[in-house]
Nanobody, 128 residues
Framework: VQLQASGGGLVQAGGSLRLSCGAGARLFSSPLMGWFRQAPGKEREFVAAISSDDDKTYYLDSVKGRFTISRDRSSNTLYLQMESLNAEDTAVYYC??????????????????????WGQGTQVTVSS
């Protein structure tokens, strides 16, 4: 397993969770890393991304101001801090890494096929 996501769980609406994604050093140096989510019956949806060279970030509009993506180089860990959660945030969350993407290419950044490596997913359930 090259990407290991964790931190999901059951939380009440308005609550917070922090997701973590452990990566090997090689994958952690990928130019682009991100988080996606997939709710039952829906397609996988982009949530947030971060570039490796300058830590630039990009977010899905509906999570801006509530979610924060970050990375810790000392532990090769990608994070997604989620605040003010609501029922629409319920999904399986996946971390991903792209060996060829760039956060400057917005459409590609939001497209799952841009990413070469995926974690196994962690369930986030928000009760209303």
């Amino acid at each position: 397993v090259q990407l290991q996501a964790s931190g999901g769980g059951l939380v009440q609406a308005g609550g917070s969770l922090r997701l973590s994604c452990g990566a090997g050093a090689r994958l952690f140096s990928s130019p682009l890393m991100g988080w996606f989510r997939q709710a039952p019956g829906k397609e996988r949806e982009f949530v947030a991304a971060i570039s490796s060279d300058d830590d630039k970030t990009y977010y899905l509009d509906s999570v801006k101001g509530r979610f924060t993506i970050s990375r810790d180089r000392s532990s090769n860990t990608l994070y997604l801090q989620m605040e003010s959660l609501n029922a629409e945030d319920t999904a399986v969350y996946y971390c991903a890494a792209s060996s060829r993407g760039s956060i400057r290419w917005v459409v590609a950044t939001m497209t799952p096929s841009t990413y070469d490596y995926w974690g196994q997913g962690t369930q986030v359930t928000v009760s209303s």
